[in-house]
């Protein structure tokens, strides 16, 4: 009797764990300004899928509105306090004005699925920004049999009366390294510099830099900077 009892509290005791076993998602960084982006050009942002609950997450699909955004997945599920680094690729076109997408993800979660929220204002005339310029607004990183061009400098123009802190709120983590200036005062010039790292030399990709700045009296701008890296062959190059 005693052992039958036993047997009858672990199966509802298995029943009632089954019950809070529960997945969870969560997307910190799922909400971003890209600020000015060039047209003709694709922006991305990394973030995380992170799996908080107690059971595993299974991603079903991702709805971004529209084919000039997309999120590509390396898996499309996560274990109970797995992370996972997804990117958002956007491509502005040539779109001109605000812009927004609003990806949707579905997945086993109970509730509504879960939205991320990006934004950006694209511009035909981007080294002419306010109230800071960037330029080249473009980093293309190429290589051509023994032609590689693996480093970039470029200018930032302040073309106002007030001096602005610079920081950089997105970058490519892993593709390459920059030097930034803190700070550049009003109608002044300073230089930057971004290289590509020795891992991804024979690599392409395509990656973004957003840049912030911040004025003495709080304004707030930023400026989303293309990145990519082509490689070109030896076949490419003769059928031009």
Request: some cysteine.
């Amino acid at each position: 009797m005693k052992r039958l009892i036993l047997q009858i509290l672990i199966i509802l005791l298995q029943g009632f764990c089954g019950l809070l076993a529960q997945p969870q998602l969560r997307v910190p960084d799922g909400d971003f300004d890209f600020g000015y982006v060039p047209h003709s050009s694709t922006v991305v942002q990394q973030f995380w899928f992170k799996s908080v609950g107690t059971d595993t997450v299974k991603i079903e699909n991702i709805r971004t509105g529209c084919d000039c955004a997309y999120i590509p997945l390396e898996k499309n599920w996560l274990a109970p306090g797995d992370s996972m680094k997804v990117s958002f690729f956007w491509e502005s076109k040539r779109r001109m004005g605000p812009m927004n997408r609003k990806p949707t993800i579905y997945s086993n979660v109970e509730g509504k699925p879960l939205q991320l929220n990006f934004v950006g204002n694209c511009h035909i005339n981007p080294d002419k920004y306010y109230p800071v310029s960037i330029k080249p607004y473009r980093f293309e990183f190429s290589k051509l049999e023994k032609i590689s061009i693996d480093s970039i400098e470029f200018i930032l123009s302040n073309q106002t009366d007030s001096n602005y802190t610079i920081s950089a709120v997105s970058y490519p983590m892993e593709e390459c390294s920059y030097v930034l200036p803190e700070k550049i005062a009003a109608k002044a010039e300073v230089k930057g510099h971004i290289k590509v790292n020795p891992q991804f030399l024979n690599r392409e990709f395509l990656q973004s830099l957003t840049l912030q700045f911040l004025s003495e009296s709080g304004n707030v701008k930023r400026v989303t900077v293309p990145i990519r890296r082509k490689i070109f062959s030896n076949e490419q190059n003769q059928t031009k």
